[in-house]
């Protein structure tokens, strides 16, 4: 039996520009945080033929052919198996559709567990872009690089996402004071919403390979807000960060109509009137999670537990996509 698990991220800067349909155009630049949350893949092999499937799920068929499961098939598919005997179950920490980057992450566990079941080790950069050849050339979704790349390095990273599909990892130069600092003053809370990125991002990729100036326009704002963070993490100053946020958010509403509603509007009027100096829809938006960065952390979860909202507490992941049983 093979184990791994991956983990689920937050975006501190730079969200949206890991596209194709922007970077190949200007570059793009993230900041990513891989925390304690995680995703589980377990890989075995049966003593009867087939493949065995449990997710949200239950699946027992005799080819890839007929797997249901997108990810799954294709990467079966990918480590051509012609007679296929595995079973291959998955949990995880957090439910997908809220923002984390789950299925990143589980694209990147469930291709680690594979490869060492066929005895073979891939490095977190090879590990990445064959997640994201996987969900994006072959299953063609409108979606990023950003969440395979974090669960694959796991930490505080930058990335640089250049024109020619390649993408430079740095690890976020900040300080221990600075590290702790963030992990007690980042709050994580559930709208209640889940949904698909699909639509929004599908949006964002049409109206940047047609070179609509407006959504161009936000995207290199919104990639300046993420070195800007980049600059007031590694200088400490937590605080301009929290601020550097909300102008982020303003941004990131105007780059689609389904990226906030009335309530989520509310709730962060709540937040911003106790203790939040900024905050944002962690993932594409429309639902998931709120993040905020609050000078008192007190009062913001008083505030927001009293308008209904469930915390999720986290540390930072610094192991990214590991295995952690065999």
């Known amino acids: 039996m093979i184990i791994t698990r991956s983990p689920l ?27 304690d949350k ?9 003593f009867i033929s087939g493949i065995f499937l449990k997710y949200s799920q239950l699946e027992h068929v005799r080819s890839v052919d007929e797997v249901k499961h997108n990810i799954i098939r294709e990467a079966l598919r990918m480590m051509k198996y012609d007679i296929p005997q595995v079973e291959i ?11 984390l ?38 299953l063609g979704e409108p979606i990023g690089k950003q969440d395979q790349y974090a ?11 250049n024109p020619d599909d390649t993408v430079k990892a740095e690890p976020l130069a900040v300080s221990q004071n ?4 963030l992990e007690d003053h980042l709050l994580l809370f559930f709208t209640g919403f889940s949904r698909s990125a699909g639509s929004i991002l599908k949006d964002q990729q049409q109206r940047s390979n047609h070179d609509d100036s407006e959504m161009l ?39 689609s109509k389904g990226m906030s509603n009335g309530q989520i509007d509310d709730w962060y009027a709540i937040a911003r009137e106790n203790g939040a100096v900024g905050g944002k829809l962690v993932g594409a938006g429309g639902g998931g999670f709120l993040m905020f960065l609050s000078e008192d952390t007190k009062l ?13 507490r986290f540390r930072f992941d610094f192991e990214g996509t590991k295995q952690v049983m065999t």
């Open 9 to 35: 991220r937050i975006t501190l800067g730079g969200g949206g520009t890991d596209l194709a349909s922007y970077y190949r155009k200007a570059g793009g630049f993230t900041i990513s945080a891989a925390i």
């Open 38 to 46: 995680y995703v589980y893949v377990t890989v075995l092999r049966p």
């Open 89 to 99: 179950t998955t949990l995880a920490d957090i439910p997908a559709g809220t923002g």
């Open 101 to 138: 980057g789950s299925s990143g992450s589980f694209t990147t566990a469930l291709l680690k567990a594979l490869m060492m079941l066929e005895r073979k080790i891939l490095p977190a950069e090879a590990l990445a872009e064959l997640a994201c050849h996987l969900e994006i050339d072959i």
């Open 151 to 161: 669960a694959a390095f796991g930490g505080l990273t930058c990335f640089t996402f």
């Open 178 to 181: 600075c590290l702790e600092d």
């Open 217 to 255: 326009a936000n995207l290199h704002h919104t990639k300046d807000l993420g070195l800007r963070s980049k600059d007031a993490l590694e200088k400490g100053d937590i605080i301009h960060f929290g601020e550097l946020m909300h102008e982020h958010w303003l941004h990131k509403r105007n780059r």
């Open 300 to 312: 913001l979860r008083q505030a927001m537990t009293e308008a209904g909202l469930p915390e999720v």
